[in-house]
């Protein structure tokens, strides 16, 4: 069963001009010995890209670097902001098997587009959000529960109440222990 679903941007991984870098193996028709995801499919999501690769443009030139900068970019070429290469028109690859991967989150087949590149293992930016996030959820909620403990045992420096705040670097109770606190100081200084 040929898939009929458009394209949508959670299934692809996309550089930083938002060049599609991957798509989904079952979105790959054969046409004369050539891999290619037909339009009808592809389409939709080009034209979102290539909006997204505009609104990218145009946020450079709203936002250009210092003049001292700006002088030295465009001796150098990089000013103005130019994508990396011309948008694509078409999703297609030669040989599909070469570049047939596996996404090491959610086990779909996907076709990388870039032979050149290194393995990108994940079908999806999404997937790829969701592994980094999970990879760090661990040290994430270490890091929390040291916080938690550190917290437990704060009282503020005035009166001496436990505080029950979120943040560890909090030191008074309230706003009034925070003012009685400053008065005390000012009146040391004196
Ligand atoms: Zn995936
Ligand atoms: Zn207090």
New binding site residues.
Partial sequence: MPRTSPLTRDEVRVDYWFHVLTAPADAFVEINGKFVVPDSLAADLLAQLNREREARIEWFHENPPPDVMLTAMREAGLWPPRPSRPPQTVLAHWDTWLNWDYCRFCFKHFVQLEVSRRPLHFCSDKCHDRHTRERWQVYNDQRGQERAATRANLV?E??G?PLTTRRSHTR???DR?KKAARRRRLHAAI
């Fill in positions: 503020c005035q009166c109440d008074y109770c309230s222990c």
